[in-house]
């Protein structure tokens, strides 16, 4: 069995961290028709998701669900406008654990997260460093 170009990179990894065809839509609605409009919307998503999902952390850490319910929110909005539909839908399971008070369940669901954010990150930071 060979593998695929996406398999190379990491045979557990599963779908793409970013759906490019929601990046590609910035491009098509940018005055300038390139990919600014999309390296600033993924340089604002690193910049700030990074403390959101610290806030994260720490509702967990402290069982604090209204905490989680609201971060939780946030980061499924601006990760979906990025297209990482997999991270996006994490959150979103995150912020229905966090409504039924489940901090136990919100924690395991917790670990995918932190993976899948590192997977997102790579992804539009190889984004930033494609030429315009």
């Avoid at 069995?1 to 065809?21: C, E, F, L, N, V």
């Avoid at 998701?49 to 499924?76: D, F, M």
């Amino acid at each position: 069995m060979h593998a695929t170009p996406q398999d190379s990179r990491d045979p557990q990894a599963g779908p793409a961290p970013i759906d490019r065809k929601v990046l590609d839509q910035y491009r098509e609605i940018d005055p300038a028709g390139g990919p600014g409009l999309a390296h600033r919307i993924a340089r604002i998503y690193i910049d700030s998701s990074a403390e959101t999902l610290r806030q994260v952390e720490q509702a967990i850490a402290g069982r604090n669900a209204e905490a989680l319910r609201q971060a939780t929110h946030s980061l499924k909005s601006s990760t979906a406008s990025i297209g990482a539909m997999t991270l996006a839908g994490l959150f979103r399971e995150l912020e229905a654990l966090a409504k039924a008070a489940r901090m136990d369940d919100a924690l395991v669901v917790l670990g995918a997260v932190r993976l899948e954010y590192e997977r997102v990150l790579v992804a539009l930071r190889d984004l930033l460093a494609e030429a315009p």
